[in-house]
């Protein structure tokens, strides 16, 4: 695989470009934005670092769809974030025009890519590029549960004065306040979470994660772009390396959790086809019933989506 374009050249957009380049994977990434000559410069902003830091990726900043053509991966960040006191779902009326006709010009001119979605809310606007893709339902997912489970790596690791690297964790559900962490499938270097943490610490720390994309809105009156921009490329690192590492992504359920024709996170393998795995956990009572919360949250949206005919 040799090319990926990054729809959006925002916050996130530009992120994961950065990140991108920084792990010399692929021979170019081509950052594409209305604002083309916001592309353009954080495209040369970013390719400036090269010499600096050891990378030989090309970039490449574009407000023209033919310079995305034949790429192996997208990634669609374009659309615009929350702000304080708003829930990513009130996004939905802008970015599912944004997220359609940025899947349609795509597809105007890369005949397989395989699309990573980024934009909120993010398991209908995942959807949305499905149905706009007309890709099968393992070349179109999302980016949602690295992050969600960095984070609440990121809080068990401050929490038990441990390197984060050791934390290993699962995420179900969909991207939003009712996602479904799983402790029971949570483990610092084997060894099972809740032997070294109380309850009450480890349900703060699931609370603080279903909240963390908002507690980092009220922080900087936008939302966050270090470690979703680097999530999503971990995500592009697997599929150009075929590694076939699991994570916890935004994918299309046919019957797999009870649940039929909605986008909610779940652990897949990640290859050079894009999702060649869903597995379904053996969960609990408790965790089912989580996850069925979750998905009504999420197919309350979708409604709102297919309600708009875009
Ligand atoms: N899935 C996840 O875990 C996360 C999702 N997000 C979402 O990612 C999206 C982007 O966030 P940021 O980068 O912070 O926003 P941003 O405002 O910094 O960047 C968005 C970019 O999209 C561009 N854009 C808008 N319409 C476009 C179009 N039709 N075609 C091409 N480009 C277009 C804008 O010009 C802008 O440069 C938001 O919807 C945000 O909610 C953000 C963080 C994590
Ligand atoms: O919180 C937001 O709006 C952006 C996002 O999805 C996240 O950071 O988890």
Redesign the pocket.
């Known amino acids: 695989m040799s090319k990926v374009t990054v729809?959006?050249?925002?916050?996130?957009?530009a992120t994961v470009a950065n990140v991108l380049a920084h792990k010399d994977l692929v021979r170019e990434v081509v950052i594409?934005?209305?604002?083309g000559d916001?592309a353009k410069g954080k495209a040369l902003d970013s390719y400036q670092q090269a010499s600096v830091d050891h990378f030989s990726t090309q970039l490449r900043g574009t407000d023209d769809y033919a310079d995305t053509a034949d790429s192996d991966i997208v990634v669609i960040?374009?659309?615009?974030?929350?702000k304080p006191g708003m829930s990513?779902d009130d996004?939905i009326s802008t970015?599912a025009k944004?997220v359609t006709?940025?899947t349609r010009s795509i597809m105007e001119h890369s005949k397989n890519p395989i699309i990573i979605v980024?934009?909120?809310p993010?398991d209908v606007m995942t959807y949305a590029a499905y149905k706009a893709s007309g890709l099968p339902k393992n070349r179109v997912f999302?980016?949602?549960g690295i992050?969600d489970t960095a984070r609440y790596r990121a809080f068990l690791s401050m929490a038990l004065d441990v390197s984060g690297k050791d934390i290993q964790a699962m995420l179900l559900g969909g991207?939003g306040d009712t996602m479904v962490p799983l402790p029971r499938y949570t483990t610092v270097s084997g060894i099972p979470v809740t032997d070294l943490i109380s309850k009450e610490e480890l349900d703060a720390i699931v609370e603080r994660t279903k909240k963390g994309?908002g507690e980092l809105v009220k922080l900087m009156g936008?939302?966050?772009?270090y470690a979703?921009g680097a999530?999503a490329a971990q995500m592009v690192a697997a599929i150009v390396r075929d590694e076939k590492r699991i994570f916890p992504c935004c994918a299309l359920l046919e019957g797999e959790y009870g649940q039929e024709g909605i986008f909610l996170g779940v652990p897949v393998k990640l290859g050079k086809e894009g999702i060649n795995e869903l597995l379904e956990l053996n969960l609990n009572e408790e965790e089912m019933a989580d996850m069925n919360k979750s998905a009504d949250a999420v197919r309350g949206v979708l409604e709102v989506y297919k309600g708009m005919n875009v």
């Open positions: 729809v959006g050249a925002g916050n996130v957009g594409l934005d209305i604002k916001f960040t374009a659309g615009i974030p929350r990513r996004l970015n944004i006709m940025v980024v934009s909120n993010l999302g980016m949602a992050l991207h994309g936008t939302s966050a772009w979703p999530a």
